[in-house]
């Protein structure tokens, strides 16, 4: 059975309580922050990419050059019609059975504007035709950038959009001297989730700490059900900021 780890996000700490709390493999989803804590499995993996240990392959650099003709634009979160259409022409093409088929656009809204903490909407426009082709949902750290979510049109598939909206979050970072792009889980073995691994500088988090990805196919799903430690251990062992100090 599912099950997480949360906690609420707001209030004027909001900021700092996400950043260390991301750093320790939770994830933003809204106003809440959560990290998958099931009793019986500890398969999913925070995972983010070194940017100071990234080097492009050479189907990225592909990835690239094909992608050129779009333009970055980066916006406040706020959602709009033409964002919520190419969501749902996602979401059909690729998750249709998947938990956030059936949202409206009023649940696309809140996904996109409550949040308590400095967030972006970055869209890819393609130049030549004027059509918003990408979005991604970003989190701005003290340590990096946060991909909390992105989408794409299902028309270009030899363009890798996915993989390009990642490769310029690396870029975005890198510009910014943030060390850091934290993609969300990466779960061994699983085909959807295979792309992650092919980024070179590419760090997991387990057992409490950060570590450099090895190969990914040495990697197993952890399914015994002592692999996850009580929940009171691990709210213990969570690192918290000094609230008293940043309300300063």
Not at 99 to 124: C, K
Not at 128 to 142: R, S
């Amino acid at each position: 059975m599912e099950r997480k780890l949360f906690t609420a996000l707001q209030g004027e700490a909001a900021t700092e309580l996400n950043d260390s709390l991301s750093a320790q493999g939770f994830r933003r989803s809204q106003n809440v922050l959560y990290r998958p804590s099931c009793a019986d499995c500890a398969s999913c993996l925070s995972a983010r990419i070194d940017v100071a240990a990234f080097t492009p392959s050479k189907s990225q650099k592909r990835i690239i050059k094909r992608n050129k003709a779009l333009m970055r634009r980066a916006t406040s979160p706020w959602a709009t019609e033409d964002q919520y259409d190419l969501f749902r022409r996602y979401l059909d093409s690729r998750h249709a059975d998947g938990g956030m088929a059936d949202m409206d656009v009023f649940e696309f809204a809140a996904m996109i504007e409550e949040t308590p903490i400095r967030s972006r909407v970055i869209e890819y426009v393609d130049q030549d035709t004027g059509d918003l082709v990408g979005v991604c949902l970003t989190d701005v750290l003290g340590d990096g950038v946060s991909m909390v979510y992105s989408f794409y049109t299902p028309d270009r598939p030899r363009d890798g959009l996915g993989n390009h909206i990642i490769l310029d979050h690396i870029e975005i970072a890198r510009t910014a001297g943030l060390p850091y792009v934290y993609l969300g889980y990466w779960v061994p073995g699983s085909p959807k989730m295979g792309y992650k691994a092919k980024f070179s500088g590419l760090e997991v988090y387990i057992g409490g700490r950060w570590q450099k990805m090895r190969d990914p196919d040495t990697f197993m799903p952890e399914q015994h059900p002592l692999s996850t430690d009580p929940i009171a251990e691990q709210v213990a062992n969570i690192a918290l900021p000094d609230m008293a100090r940043s309300r300063r």
